[in-house]
């Protein structure tokens, strides 16, 4: 890991648990990025237009760097780029923000053909706004041999602009396909399931725990980039659990923007199971849900949350039942679970159950015929079969889905009529 000294500046206004908390994100994010944490700068005051910081903290920083020589200096603050430059010819050493960070550990840990599109994209909308700036300062330096065109401050600007729109035709394309993909889902009957909630809410570990199946989790934030998704099995009815990436406080918009197409995973589930990490403070928790709900309003159209209240085996009874009617107001159906001792899994499956949509339940005769064998085992394949009864005739009691009822009322009253002239692999 390489060292790197962390900057926080904190705003006058914002309370101290706030600014603690701000910290420790941008530690974990560190932490994430394969980064060793070696000093922290922190200064509470208004941002100064040169350096963020002010300048005697500045070069406080750059005796620091010079001492400590970190591979970079990262600061919390969103950095323009006359500041960037500013603090890096200060303290000799590469300077970045959390935005830059963020796009680093995307950069990393993208794996398909669409989150790594996603990813460069998304450097390249951070970028954008800055091409004219970037090239101006580099001018400035007079690197020999520097393009020493005019003109290139606009010729670098429309290249970033030609990319961006090449990178989202390409996304809108794999964009189509996976709708397909969720179309064809639904129509084979499965119901979709999504987890979501913020980055190290123990989404990752809720999944395995439900699935029982190990995927990558890790005690570091963005564990999980592309989406996960898993056959999970109900009370005999068959769903997809998908686990996606995380939100995280202050994501500006072109990160949103820019993965647009793994948040639809959430957006187009029947069910969300919104995870909550219910030891963090309660102030915490209320924003956070705040924020997730003020996401899926914009974007959900049916479908059901579920909130999975999970680390409940990090506090005690009397804790735990305080903290559930504080934010009971933030968090429907909620459901007490500890992926990591599994505890409650049991209860949220059966909440799951209730809320999956409607399957209907009817009672099937057929007159014995080789043909109705064929649709007792094409029931068996796509519905739940209670029972089945071999007399003069087969009575079965079958809960499926709408397109299943139809066609087996369909092929009873054909059958039943005698009229046998149709195959029933057409039927089907």
Known sequence: MKDVIIVQRRIPRCSESENQRKLAELRELAWAGNYNVVQEVIQTRYPDRQYQIGKGKAEELAELALSQKPAKIICYNPLSVTQVYNLSEMCKCEVIDKFQLILEIFATRATTRRSRMQVELARLEYELPRARKIVSLLKMEERPGFMGLGGYEDSYEQDIKKRISRIKKELSTVQRDSENLRGYR???????????????????????????????????????????????????????????????????????????????????????????????????????????????????????????INKADRLSPEELSSRLKSIAYLAPNPVVVSAKTVEGLDELKDVIYSHLPEWKRFTLELPMSGESMSAVSWLFEEGIVHSVNYGNNIVMDVEARNEVYRKARSLEKRLSSGNTAESTSKDL
């Open 186 to 308: 639904h129509g084979e009957g499965f119901s979709l399931l999504c987890l979501a909630g913020y980055t190290n809410a123990g989404k990752s570990t809720l999944f395995r725990a439900l699935v029982d199946e190990n995927v990558e989790v890790e005690n570091m934030l963005f564990t999980t980039l592309s989406p996960t998704t898993r056959y999970l099995g109900i009370n005999g009815r068959w769903t997809l659990l998908t686990d996606t990436v995380g939100f995280i406080e202050d994501l500006p918009h072109f990160l949103v923007d820019a993965f647009r197409s793994t948040l639809e995973d959430v957006f187009r589930a029947d069910i969300i199971l919104l995870v909550v990490d219910i030891s963090e403070p309660v102030d915490v928790i209320r924003k956070k849900l705040a924020v997730s709900h003020e996401i899926f309003w914009e974007q959900l159209e049916k479908a059901t949350i579920i909130t999975a």
